[in-house]
Structures are given as structure tokens and as C-alpha cells.
């Protein structure tokens, strides 16, 4: 490493972070806790998308030791729409660990802080210099970008190796007594100079010696091997609305309590085919709702119902809600199943054939895995949702609560555990109950981890960002409580 570079660096870019350092909330003053929360939020997300939650968060869980005894459920709605919602269970872990181990207090010992529950060498890095000045490297995407660009580094970014290198680099870097302002500075200059796409040269400070740049290789460094691309899996989801007791309230379910978005809240919904059917949908744009009508996606009753439960029919085994569901047939205006029969599929036939594979899925899976008996109205809309490995192109097929027919069923009749549901030999679960008798007990005839909810219900639990895009949207439009 050349050191008069290496100098003019720290020293430069020192002098500039000093002079131009953007005023953010948690630069108010170096409480760990503080610079902890935000250091947490900040990772995958942008500065502007988590100033207005960070300063909720704060005023909600203004120490660590508010943050471990508040309920989970409000910690994940004080973070629900910033995803990566592991981020929220494991600060608020380590924010017990922190009241049990050291009082609440957030210790000035570089093992302990990294001991604590989802702090990696990232965040450990930023707590020791940021809160305590300790001459810790902090090293994440924007550093190693910059100081590849710096040094003309061509490693592989991806690889651990390049990592703990660059991390040695940005230690030998901090100038003495400056560690803060220094790791603050890389960050800083990575996130509004050295940009991913357009790194801003011609106003850079440290412009005169990047050797990345006097080789003309700014937009090639850093060297990065592509990840794989996320995984697409389309998901069927119910929009299930309530009548009688539970009009203009939505049945949701809340998730399981480990994996993948643990314990938050969603509208049921299964693994769909295998077969993309996305792709076909957002060749016509992103929308996240949009009418059937519009979007010229009609689709028929006869030919929903048919396609799969004809079938089944010919072999007897059609399960009992799809057999109800042809016997009662599809109300006119319950949201497009409707328009009389197979000469309205118009051109669009893959589509519906889709359609009509997609809601004789869902009927199944959901009674399957939940003894959840739906039955559909009419396709409501779609939304995507990107994790890191996969892609969930979620289908919303709206529906009402199934109907059971006891004495025709071939499958065991679901037992939730609750009071009894009316003995009546034709009988629905709840919504079929209520609406024929009115005499079921809330929640009772719901599975457990599901619940009936309106407008304020939802403002009380936390859902994953592609639940509260549709939810807010069913809210949002004209009809959303009159169904
Ligand atoms: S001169 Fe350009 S490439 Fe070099 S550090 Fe500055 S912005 Fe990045």
C-alpha cells in the first residue's frame, strides 16, 4: 500500500466529513444504544427510509431496556415496513441481553458487544468507534466499494478473504483519536459520493490520488461475483371477507413462530404451481391491485370451477367445497367469477385456465394444511415481494368463508378446538354458521392461528410489506367495507 496515499486519504477525507457531514437523528450524540438501533435499520435500507421509523422507534423504545420488555407484537409494528423483520427480533434479543448481562447498559468491551445477539463485525465495528471512538474498521458494502476504487483493489468483494483484507486496510486507516468521525466519513463518502452507479469523481475529496479512478477503472471496480438471482415462487393468497358478525372485517392468519417472517401476520395462502404466472401478469405492469374488468382478465364461473373439478368429478373425488361451491354457483358481482360462462374467456384462455388451476389449488392446500374451507369469488389482484433468495409473486384470489357439507363430505370435518359449531347436518364452518343462524361464537370456528380483523385490528399487527400494500389497498377502495 502506498502510505503518502494512505495518509492523504485519512486526512482528507477526515477534513471533508467535518465539514459537509449530513445532520441525521442518531448523530445526536453517541449513546450505543442509539447509534446500535440505527446501525440495525440501516442495513439493506436507505437513510431516507429509515429517518421517519428510527424516530418512532426511539420515542417508543428510548432504551435498550424499554426495547427488551416491550411485547414482540410492538416491536415488530414499530418496524413493519423496513422488512428483514429478523433485524427486529434479534435487536430486541440482544436489548435483553444488554438489561440481563450488563444492567441496560450497552458495554465499552468490543467482545461483549459482539457477543450480543445479531451483532456481526459490521455493527460491532460502528458501535466501538461510533459510540465509544474505539479504532474498530466498520466495514460494509459502501467501504469496501470505496476503498476497492481507492487502492484499485481487484478482489472479489464477495469472498469472505476480500473482506477480512479490506477490513485490516480500513483499520491501518484510522487517523488517532478519530475513529467515529473517520468510519462515519467512509460511510458517508460511499453513500453520497463514491455511489454504486455514478461515482461523483469531479467533487470527490480524496479525487487526486483514487488510483481506481487515474486507471479508469471507477465504474468496473469494485469486483463483485453476481449472486444468484432470487428464486420466483407464486403464492396464492385468500382475501377472505367476512359477513354477519364479521362484515367488512378480513380474515387473516398469523404465521408460524419460527422461519421466514415468524409470527407476523398475512392473508392465508399457499405455494402456487411451479409454473410462473407473474411474468405473464407483469408484462402488463406492476400494479398491485387491479380490477379484473381492467385489466382484461374476466373471468368466468363455469370455467373457473370447471377446469379442475370437472375432473375430480369424473373420479368422485372432488372435495366438498368445490362441490358446493358449483351448487350454490358464484354470486353475480362478488368480484369477476361472474359473466356468464366459458364464451367470456375472450383470448385471454391461458390466463384463466391459470386462474381456474390457481383457486382449485388454494381451496385445497388451505383446507389441507389449516382445515380452512374457502370459498372463491373472483381474483382480486397481485403484488410481488422480494426476499433476498426468493421472489413471491402473490396471486389474491378473493373468497368467502367456505361452506361444509357434512353429510356429503368424504374429508373429516375440521375441529378447531373452539365450542361447538351448530349441529346441523348441512352446516358451514364459521361464516356458513352465521350466516345461517347467527349464533357462532367469535373465533370459534376458526382455526386458531386465524382471526377476523377490520381497519383497526390491522393498525395493531405487524404484517410483512406485501400484506399491508394489499390490505391497505382492499381498505382503501370504495367497496372495501360494504362487502
Ligand atoms: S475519485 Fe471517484 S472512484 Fe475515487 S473514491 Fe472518489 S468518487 Fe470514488
Known amino acids: 500500500m502506498n502510505t503518502e496515499a494512505a495518509a492523504y486519504f485519512s486526512r482528507e477525507l477526515l477534513g471533508w466529513y467535518r465539514e459537509n457531514k449530513r445532520i441525521l437523528p442518531w448523530r445526536m450524540n453517541r449513546d450505543p444504544y442509539r447509534i446500535w438501533v440505527s446501525e440495525v435499520m440501516l442495513q439493506q435500507t436507505r437513510v431516507d427510509t429509515v429517518i421517519p421509523y428510527y424516530e418512532r422507534f426511539m420515542e417508543k423504545f428510548p432504551t435498550a431496556a424499554a426495547l427488551a420488555e416491550a411485547p414482540e407484537e410492538e416491536v415488530l409494528k414499530a418496524w413493519e415496513g423496513l422488512g428483514y423483520y429478523s433485524r427486529a427480533r434479534n435487536l430486541q434479543a440482544g436489548a435483553s441481553e444488554v438489561l440481563e448481562r450488563h444492567g441496560g447498559v450497552v458495554p465499552d468491551n468490543k467482545d461483549a458487544v459482539s457477543s450480543l445477539r445479531g451483532v456481526g463485525p459490521y455493527t460491532a465495528g460502528a458501535i466501538m468507534s461510533i459510540a465509544f471512538n474505539r479504532p474498530e474498521p466498520a466495514v460494509d458494502g459502501n467501504v469496501m466499494r470505496v476503498l476497492s476504487r481507492f487502492f484499485c483493489l481487484e478482489d472479489d468483494i464477495a469472498k469472505p478473504s476480500t473482506r477480512v483484507k479490506i477490513e485490516k486496510l480500513a483499520q491501518s486507516l484510522i487517523p488517532e483519536g478519530a475513529a467515529g468521525d473517520f468510519n462515519q466519513a467512509l460511510m458517508e463518502l460511499g453513500a453520497l459520493v463514491c455511489t454504486p452507479k455514478s461515482p461523483g469523481c469531479l467533487t470527490c475529496p480524496v479525487m487526486a490520488h483514487c488510483e481506481g479512478r487515474m486507471a479508469g477503472k471507477e465504474h468496473v471496480l469494485p469486483i463483485k461475483t453476481k449472486a444468484k438471482p432470487p428464486r420466483p415462487e407464486t403464492r396464492l393468497a385468500a382475501l377472505i371477507v367476512g359477513s354477519g358478525e364479521h362484515a367488512g372485517k378480513v380474515l387473516v392468519r398469523q404465521r408460524q413462530s419460527s422461519g421466514l417472517l415468524a409470527r407476523m401476520w398475512e392473508l392465508p395462502h399457499v405455494m402456487g404451481p411451479t409454473e410462473p404466472f ?8 406492476r400494479g398491485r391491485r387491479k380490477s379484473i374488468a381492467a385489466a382484461g382478465t374476466e373471468v368466468s364461473g363455469e370455467s373457473l370451477l370447471t377446469a379442475d373439478s370437472t375432473a375430480a368429478a369424473a373420479e368422485g373425488t372432488e372435495p366438498p ?3 358446493t361451491t358449483q351448487q350454490q354457483g358464484i354470486a353475480p358481482g362478488g368480484g369477476g367469477l361472474v359473466a356468464g360462462g366459458a364464451g367470456t374467456i375472450g383470448a385471454d384462455a391461458d390466463r384463466q385456465t391459470a386462474h381456474a388451476a390457481h383457486v382449485d389449488m388454494l381451496c385445497r392446500e388451505l383446507f389441507a394444511q389449516d382445515g380452512l374451507l374457502v370459498r372463491p369469488t373472483g381474483w382480486w389482484g397481485e403484488a410481488e415481494h ?10 389474491v384470489y378473493r373468497a368467502e368463508f367456505g361452506y361444509w357439507l357434512a353429510e356429503e363430505s368424504a374429508l373429516e370435518k375440521p375441529d378447531y378446538g373452539g365450542s361447538a359449531v351448530n349441529g346441523d347436518s348441512q352446516l358451514a364452518a364459521e361464516s356458513g354458521v352465521s350466516y345461517e343462524t347467527g349464533n357462532a361464537e367469535e373465533g370459534a370456528a376458526t382455526p386458531p392461528q386465524y382471526r377476523w380483523i377490520g381497519l383497526e385490528q390491522m393498525r395493531e399487527l405487524a404484517f410483512p410489506n406485501v400484506f399491508l400494500r394489499l390490505l391497505r389497498d382492499y ?5 372495501g367495507f360494504t362487502d
Open 386 to 395: 422480494v426476499f433476498s433468495h426468493i421472489v413471491w409473486d402473490v396471486q
Open 475 to 479: 381498505w382503501e377502495t370504495a367497496d
Open 278 to 285: 407473474g411474468s405473464a401478469a407483469r408484462s402488463k405492469g
Open 321 to 323: 367445497f368445490l362441490q
